[in-house]
């Protein structure tokens, strides 16, 4: 099965979490998928640079890990070729801890006989995803005052992989 488009899940809502006195164990979330975004930083940490250019959010989302992986690549791609390997520092500033659950509604011929409709309709976890709050702050780049057309140019192409509307500042 593929995956689902953002607009499933990209409304802030109250998290739903399983609360099981009888049996506890039904509480806890199994299976968790790894986050597809690995690296948060790149670039050179430790150079001090003149100039910060940050990402803001411009609403309440979800941002899910693999729509933070792209925007990522996107920005690391555009600054690698204007600036150079050693010309900037990137920083994802957010990280996707909510887990994203779906529960599998079968169609088709036979679909009645394996499935359960709403009963325990906890859902089976799909992916994580960053809760987003107005303006936070979702990446930073640091960089020279010489290469900054080039930083906002990476964060607005950045902003085009990302769920929301997005500000440079």
Known sequence: MGLRPAKC??????????QSRKK???????????????KFETGKSKKKFSLKIFLVADGDAQIRHNALEAARIAANKVLMEGAGEDGYFMKVLIYPHHVMRENPLATGAGADRFQTGMRLSFGEPIGLAARVRRKQ??????????KEDVARNALKIASYKLPLKCIIE
């Open 24 to 38: 506890p164990r039904k509480g806890y979330v199994k299976g968790v998928p790894q986050p597809k975004i690995q």
């Open 137 to 146: 702050k979702l990446i930073e780049i640091r960089t020279d005052k010489s």
């Open 9 to 18: 899940y990209r409304k802030l809502e109250r998290p739903y979490t399983r």
